[in-house]
């Protein structure tokens, strides 16, 4: 009896400590998920301000390119 006591002891921690494993890995996986989001948002906003940044600069002119449209 006390052999079958003992191993459902071992059992219930060896449980336990696959819940706690499992939570853990959940935790992991929601923060993932979390900076994954924000990763998305954040280049999402660069893309916006590149574009923006493409219009600014294609309104300036190089020397060369008046010259060229110049002669």
């Given amino acids: ?13 060896s449980v336990n400590q696959i819940k706690e494993s499992v939570e853990q890995v959940s935790a ?23 574009y923006a940044m493409n219009e600014l600069i294609s309104k300036f002119k190089l020397r060369s390119q008046v010259e060229s449209v110049n002669n």
Avoid: R
């Fill in 1 to 13: 009896m006390d052999n079958i006591s003992s191993h459902l002891s071992d059992q219930s921690a």
């Fill in 28 to 50: 992991v996986i929601q923060s993932n998920s979390a900076t994954s989001e924000e990763s998305a948002a954040a280049s999402e906003e660069l893309t916006g301000q590149s």
